[in-house]
């Protein structure tokens, strides 16, 4: 039994190496090399994030402040849980330092990176916001509101793609800022005088 699970780990282990070497060489294209690694920056989303926050304060004023409140909170919980918990606690290393990987793994950003490889933060924060965003405010985007997680996908494989992390980094950082966002999502909306938006269950006319 041991064995078979030592079999059934191995093989996703060369199955997550494989996809990741897809994604990182045979994937490539020059026009994401050089869009992907400002693509998952802060920085590069800078410009959306205030745009939100001012539209947010202009149409809603104080009863905006408690869904700006809880997006941070769920940015911060689940940035915290990803850093101090969870990659402390599996400490895989990234890609781009595995020994094992170099002659295999193009690295288009300057640094590796600090810190361990599983969970991607940078996933996990994007699908935590995607997720609360799409439960809290989703009805006001209507039909395009499924572009939340588009969004964070294309942040996710931009990780990937640009070397710093694995696939299943991804993946996993995603399944949890799900369930992060779901619960921040699930908390706000309970308290109606919180509430701006109908939630995005919501039928738009």
Not at 3 to 25: H, K, M, P, T, Y
């Given at each position: 039994?041991?064995?078979?699970?030592?079999?059934?780990?191995?093989?996703?282990?060369?199955?997550?190496r494989w996809?990741?070497?897809?994604?990182?060489?045979?994937?490539?294209?020059?026009?994401?090399?050089?869009?992907?690694?400002?693509?998952?920056?802060?920085?590069?989303?800078?410009?959306?994030?205030?745009?939100?926050?001012?539209?947010?304060?202009?149409?809603f004023r104080?009863?905006?402040?408690?869904?700006?409140?809880?997006?941070?909170?769920?940015?911060?919980?689940?940035?915290?849980?990803?850093?101090?918990?969870?990659?402390?606690?599996?400490?895989?290393?990234?890609?781009?330092?595995?020994?094992?990987?170099?002659?295999?793994?193009?690295?288009?950003?300057?640094?590796?990176?600090?810190?361990?490889?599983?969970?991607?933060?940078?996933?996990?924060?994007?699908?935590?916001?995607?997720?609360?965003?799409?439960?809290?405010?989703?009805?006001?985007?209507?039909?395009?509101?499924?572009?939340?997680?588009?969004?964070?996908?294309?942040?996710?494989?931009?990780?990937?793609?640009?070397?710093?992390?694995?696939?299943?980094?991804?993946?996993?950082?995603?399944?949890?800022?799900?369930?992060?966002?779901?619960?921040?999502?699930?908390?706000?909306?309970?308290?109606?005088?919180?509430?701006?938006?109908?939630?995005?269950?919501?039928?738009?006319?």
């Amino acid at each position: 039994m041991f064995d078979s699970w030592q079999q059934l780990l191995v093989g996703l282990e060369q199955a997550d190496r494989w996809v990741f070497s897809l994604i990182n060489r045979q994937l490539a294209w020059s026009g994401l090399d050089e869009l992907f690694p400002l693509w998952r920056t802060p920085e590069f989303w800078m410009p959306l994030y205030l745009f939100v926050l001012c539209f947010m304060l202009l149409n809603f004023r104080k009863k905006a402040l408690w869904w700006i409140f809880y997006f941070a909170l769920t940015v911060s919980l689940m940035d915290m849980m990803g850093n101090k918990l969870i990659k402390q606690t599996v400490q895989r290393i990234r890609p781009c330092k595995d020994p094992a990987m170099f002659d295999s793994l193009i690295l288009r950003v300057p640094n590796c990176g600090t810190g361990y490889s599983f969970i991607s933060n940078h996933a996990a924060n994007h699908f935590a916001m995607a997720m609360f965003a799409f439960l809290t405010i989703g009805s006001l985007a209507g039909r395009w509101r499924w572009l939340f997680f588009v969004w964070a996908f294309s942040i996710g494989w931009a990780q990937i793609y640009v070397g710093v992390h694995y696939p299943s980094d991804v993946v996993g950082g995603a399944g949890v800022g799900l369930l992060v966002g779901g619960v921040m999502a699930y908390l706000f909306n309970s308290k109606p005088q919180y509430r701006i938006f109908d939630t995005a269950t919501t039928p738009s006319r």
